[in-house]
């Protein structure tokens, strides 16, 4: 039963970046998923694969795993590169691959 500690990257389909700055605790699967023979859903006896816990401060997810004697790992956060882009960089005259419409 190890549990990962991470914060969530931000939506893909959305710009905006709600929920990124917590922390999530959640458990690794013990078990792996299974299809049903007659319905062809997937599913699995691990309960724990539903537990998801959010925490504000990475130090608060850490003393919660300790204290309940939960092995962790932490994944690192990633940022993300932001990239300056300027509308004038459409219509520069030394472009990288033609402008066309």
Same mark, same amino acid.
């Given at each position: /039963?190890? @549990?990962?500690? %991470?914060?969530? @990257?931000?939506?893909? /389909?959305?710009? +905006? $970046? @709600?929920? #990124?700055? &917590?922390?999530?605790? &959640?458990? &690794?699967? !013990?078990?792996?998923r299974?299809?049903?023979?007659? /319905? +062809? %859903? #997937?599913s699995? +006896?691990?309960? $724990?694969?539903?537990?998801k816990?959010?925490?504000? #401060?990475? !130090?608060?997810? !850490?003393? %919660? @795993?300790?204290? !309940? +004697?939960?092995? %962790? ?9 932001i990239k300056k882009?300027?509308y ?7 472009? $990288?691959?033609?402008? #066309?419409?």
């Amino acid at each position: /039963m190890v @549990a990962r500690i %991470y914060r969530p @990257a931000r939506n893909a /389909m959305q710009s +905006g $970046k @709600a929920r #990124t700055h &917590e922390w999530v605790l &959640e458990f &690794e699967p !013990e078990q792996p998923r299974s299809i049903d023979p007659l /319905m +062809g %859903y #997937t599913s699995s +006896g691990d309960m $724990k694969q539903q537990i998801k816990l959010r925490f504000e #401060t990475l !130090e608060e997810a !850490e003393a %919660y @795993a300790v204290r !309940e +004697g939960i092995p %962790y790992v932490v994944q690192p956060v990633q940022e993300p590169s932001i990239k300056k882009v300027a509308y004038s960089d459409n219509f520069r005259f030394d472009r $990288k691959a033609p402008w #066309t419409h």
